[in-house]
């Protein structure tokens, strides 16, 4: 099994479009799973039409304190490196977003009175497979913090039987993106032509570079100044994978959930291309 | 001073383009990209940076090799799998929570502040511009966008500008709730496609939830405007006020290129003169708390 | 009576810090006396959840009103838990906001 990242220092450059079309392309020959890794904003799910079939919570571990046993110390609240622990006189308060679930508290409790609770902090979803496609996403709830222990749960849905998984990652450089690019076989960095577009590319390729994961480069909306990304590419020695011309019609296709490689000529043998040489 | 934050949810929709064409109607204001993984404002308003100051994120474990007897116990307790089998701390992995310190028999592993990005304060044509950049790969906590807030506050403080003016990071998480604090309006950019419309619903829900009031641009708004009717629904029945809705144009293209802002670059045009009444709506409509 | 004030710095003439979790000091003021006692904020270089741990320590030099810019939500609940009376809204300098809170 091979897996594949699809990701971009910049949002909005074309991600999800790309983790489509390349699991779509890789899915006429092979089974492929798609992991939506972005469980902040997942958007894979808006372009499938298939049911759901399996739903479940995702849980992290929260200090379940005991008042019976609890001793009012405050031997919880200075091991928490994190702050989510304030021992009161006869009371202790607990602030869920602000835990890193380390346990800590649980272990310096000298009174036994840390339970191991559960707490939900979004949930897990996987499609009826369509098309020999399969995608699982996370969907982080509102108000919560620390999107990474959602991005390991989905990515531990290994997608049985899956010949390729592909992952469309979250946007950025920081810790979210490389959780989610981290264990990948290679790494797709998707990018526009335009300064911002090459800015971000260079940090996330940074960001993959210090994983010592092979990457290359799509250029989604290309046109007329695809150099600033290829001198770039040349320089940095990343392949130039695939590049979309910008289309108005492929943005009205997206707008409404649909995303058509016979939006232009070409573009889905090229698609096709790319899938085979990774 | 009333401080305006611009999001979006969704990365892609317009947030940093829209914020420097408002920025670049000033001529003394204060901006901040609390952007801090990603940052591009910088590209369109061409800081000169005059003060910088390391940033120094949470912390991380460090085991001493001469103590170490290699029990195991940082490995077992750890919960980020941030210990190696050769007992090496994984940078990447490690969350600072201390357990592997107060827990080791030979008091072998202390924990040392890990420097994680710089941060500056720069001088730009509207005025003054705070921002930062996250080293790759750390984690963005909300410290360093607390950072960038504090000093553009403490700047903004002096300044003739009634208005602060802040570009913010994408998604829902801690960056997010972090450029949230203390904000009096979240301006939120929105386009109409699924995902844009998907993540502005709970982009709106996490404002409201730490009772930011929300106003809304919807971007490229004729590039679907069945979508773009159904965003303005929503909102009607969500009592949220539409500040302008942009069209999708070549134009700020064009500027980006010889990085301007649509205002600088065509003042006269269609476009600026939408971003100029979004600027007096904006002034107008949000209240100083 | 003690009033806590978020401050910028150490002194009466210091400027009230508009964000409570983060801010550099607390001016611990007895209201009659106008006698204060600064104590520098541990929390201000927290990584997070500045805002409870702040509450605590305004809590534990007993102060029973706080007069700062903003609160957070989590720290607002702590305050409670306190009984702290928390005036938000509050700028200028620490002088100026004790005496316009003694002044009503």
């Known amino acids: ?278 | 001073m009333k401080e305006i934050l611009v999001i979006s949810g969704k990365g892609g929709t317009g947030k940093t383009t829209i914020t420097a064409a408002l920025a670049s109607l000033y001529r003394d204001i204060v901006v901040a990209d609390c952007d801090v993984d990603a940052p591009d404002l910088h590209i369109l308003l061409k800081p000169e940076i005059t003060e910088r100051e390391t940033f120094y994120g949470g912390k991380l474990a460090v085991i001493e090799r001469d103590k170490c007897t290699k029990c195991g116990k940082c490995r077992e307790l750890c919960q980020f799998d941030a210990v190696s089998g050769s007992y090496d701390i994984d940078a990447g992995s490690c969350e600072g929570c201390g357990v592997c310190g107060w827990n080791c028999p030979e008091k072998a592993i202390k924990m040392v502040q890990k420097k994680s990005g710089e941060s500056y304060i720069s001088g730009v044509r509207c005025g003054t511009m705070v921002h930062a950049l996250l080293d790759p790969g750390e984690e963005n906590s909300g410290k360093l966008v607390a950072e960038v807030k504090k000093k553009a506050k403490a700047l903004a403080a002096g300044r003739s500008s009634a208005i602060l003016l802040v570009d913010g990071p994408p998604g829902i998480g801690c960056p997010v709730i972090a450029s949230l604090g203390g904000a009096d309006t979240a301006l939120i950019v929105t386009e109409p496609s699924k995902s844009g419309i998907h993540d502005m619903e709970r982009v709106i829900n996490v404002a409201e939830h730490f009772k930011v009031p929300v106003k809304v641009i919807i971007n490229k708004f004729d590039i679907n405007r069945v979508n773009t009717g159904e965003i303005e629904k929503y909102l009607e029945k969500r009592k949220i006020e539409v500040l302008g809705k942009i069209p999708f144009s070549e134009k700020f293209d064009s500027a980006l290129k010889q990085a301007k802002t649509i205002n600088e670059f065509d003042p006269g045009c269609a476009e600026a003169k939408m971003v100029e009444e979004i600027k007096i709506r904006m002034e107008s409509g949000s209240q100083a708390r | 009576m003690r009033i806590a004030v978020t401050a910028t710095g150490g002194s009466m003439s210091a400027q009230v810090a508009q964000n409570f979790g983060r801010c550099e000091y607390f001016l611990i003021v007895d209201s009659d006396t106008m006698k204060f006692e600064p104590v520098q904020n541990p929390a201000a270089a927290m990584v997070g959840g500045a805002g409870p741990a702040a509450a605590k320590t305004v809590s534990d030099r007993k102060a029973e009103v706080l007069l700062t810019g903003i609160v957070g939500p989590n720290a607002q609940s702590v305050l409670a838990q306190y009984n702290i009376k928390v005036i938000t809204g509050v700028s200028g300098t620490v002088k100026e906001a004790v005496e316009k809170y003694k002044n009503g």
Request: a neutral charge; one cysteine or more; proline letters at 5%.
């Open chain 1, 1 to 278: 099994m091979k897996k594949i990242a699809v990701a971009s220092g910049k949002g909005g450059t074309g991600k999800t479009s790309v983790s489509v079309m390349l699991a779509r392309a890789l899915g006429e020959n092979h089974r492929v799973g798609i992991i939506d890794c972005d469980v902040e904003n997942p958007n894979c799910h808006l372009f499938f039409g298939s049911g759901i079939e399996e739903k479940r919570d995702i849980e992290v571990f929260f200090p379940d304190i005991n008042p019976e046993k609890c001793v009012y110390c405050g031997r919880c609240q200075e091991v928490c490196a994190f702050n989510s622990l304030i021992v009161l006189k006869d009371k202790v308060m607990f602030f869920p977003e602000m835990c890193h679930p380390c346990r800590g508290c649980l272990l310096a409790c000298p009174a036994g009175a840390v339970g191991e609770g559960k707490r939900k902090v979004g949930e897990l979803i996987i499609l009826k497979e369509t098309d020999g496609i399969r995608l699982v996403y996370g969907i982080m709830n509102v108000g919560e913090a620390r999107s990474i222990p959602l991005i390991d749960s989905v990515k531990k849905e290994s997608c049985a039987g899956a010949d390729y998984i592909v992952l469309d990652c979250p946007p950025g450089a920081a810790c979210p993106m490389v959780a989610s690019v981290k264990g990948s076989d290679y790494v797709i960095l998707v990018t526009e032509p335009t300064p911002f577009g090459l800015y971000d590319l260079k940090i996330a390729a940074e960001a993959v570079g210090k994983l010592g994961i092979p990457s290359g480069i799509v250029i989604n909306r290309s046109g007329a100044r695809d150099h600033m990304i290829e001198e770039y590419a040349a320089a940095a020695g990343m392949p130039v994978l695939l590049k979309i011309p910008f289309s108005r019609k492929f943005a009205e296709d997206y707008s409404r959930g649909s995303i058509n490689t016979r939006a232009f000529e070409g573009l889905g043998v090229r698609i096709n291309k790319m899938a085979e040489g990774l």
